[in-house]
């Protein structure tokens, strides 16, 4: 095992706790990464790309277009698009949130899969055509939670570019914007673009790298390697800031980020869980120790309220990605604030109760679509304070939470977890 297999998860896990380290950290790494680039390309012919001006809103259009049969592209179509009606969850505040109410019915988009003959790709995955052209429904960047639906503000239009490394051979591109840093985008929009790209029809055997956009974690490193992907197959976007594929293969989004399809869920099951699962008993409180933003104020009186019902109080960083599979597939009942923590309630067997702790003023749906989408029983609770009028979303994702034991308490007895 290399020294940076060693080093670089602790690293990650230090920024993640402490903030004054990860601004430092995040500049630092920035700034090997532009040395890399350098020293490459020192005394080499740089080939080098003008900043890219266009942008096609659909790759199948662009697709179609092409009229070179030599360097044509393919697009395969894997799923058609649908719609979904979700239940609404319930609340101590009686009408649920507005957040859910507006996306109770949501359309699910098409997948597909592009082969792109000298195919290109920067940044958070991005995708560039052989004609210097942005594909923008499979180069996404993400705004207060959502996918951006409009492309002319992408931040790759006008953007320099550094020179363009050429990779011989098959290159998939699974990429997607905070996969790099964060769990749930790691987990359930990034590589569950594996599964697309074996629908298409693709090994992933015959795929020689997979561009991401991070391999500092653990739980990055643990789970490629579950996959039989191996640190010789990846390029880090960080280290590889611009490429250019003998054939890149660009698998379509699998939904909207926070919006997916239910075989998604049933994947990342398939891939991460035990093959035997045990009864659902125990009680879990997932806490927010080791973060250093969107911290529980009242946390010790919480965890202490939780434990006389039975709640054990758990530390997710601790424990492997498998690890955390198992355990919440053995949950009866799941209490936790916001956090990229939750997204291990996709192992939850049907029904397990689930009790998310929200800021008033940023509400994110993406963990009740996860309960709809494998029949668990969804609750939340926001914090106290002034609310926001309906259809007012400051956004204040990253603000320190306080809750009301009292309502807990209520919801607690309501849904049986007496």
Known sequence: MAISDLILPKLYALAKRNAAFKVVAKRGYKWLSDFRVFVCNFGKKKITYPPVLQFWNSSEEWVEQVV??????????????????????????????????????????????????????????????????????????????????????????????????????????????????????????????????????????????????????????????????????????????????????????????????????????????????????????????????????NEAALEDFLAERGFESITLENLSVMEQAQLLSEAEAVVAPHGAGLTNIVFCQPETKIIELLHHSAVNEMYWVISNSIGLDYSYILTEGEHPEDFVDPYENFADLSFSLDSIKCLLDEIGLT
């Not at 592009?114 to 790709?121: A, F, M, T, Y």
């Not at 840093?181 to 790209?197: A, C, E, K, S």
């Not at 990342?268 to 120790?289: A, C, D, G, H, I």
Request: proline residues 7%; positive net charge; hydrophobic residues 35%.
């Open 68 to 297: 070179n049969q030599e360097l044509k592209p393919k697009f395969t179509r894997l799923s058609e698009g649908y719609q979904v009606v979700r239940k609404l969850p319930r609340s101590v505040a009686g009408k649920p949130h507005w957040k859910y109410r507006d996306r109770q019915v949501m359309e699910i988009p098409e997948t597909y899969l592009l082969k792109i003959p000298n195919g290109r790709v920067t940044g958070q995955g991005f995708v560039i055509t052989p004609q210097n052209e942005l594909l923008g429904d499979v180069s996404k960047v993400i705004f207060r939670a959502d996918y951006a639906k409009e492309y002319n503000d992408h931040p790759q239009l006008n953007a320099k570019l550094p020179p363009v490394e050429v990779i011989e051979g098959r290159v998939a591109t699974i990429s997607v914007p905070y996969a790099g840093t964060n769990y749930y985008h790691w987990m359930l929009d990034l590589l569950p673009r594996l599964d697309l790209i074996e629908r298409g029809g693709v090994s992933l055997d015959s795929i020689d790298y997979f561009v991401i956009n991070g391999y500092a974690s653990r739980f990055q490193r643990d789970t490629l390697t579950h996959l039989g992907i191996g640190k010789d197959r990846i390029l880090e976007s960080q280290w590889h800031p611009h490429i250019q594929a003998e054939e890149l293969i660009v698998p379509s989004l699998p939904g909207d980020t926070g919006q997916f399809p239910t075989w998604l869920c049933k994947w990342v099951q398939e891939m991460f869980l035990p093959e035997e699962s045990k009864k659902p008993t125990r009680r879990l409180y997932l806490n927010r120790n080791k973060v250093s933003y969107r911290k529980v104020l």
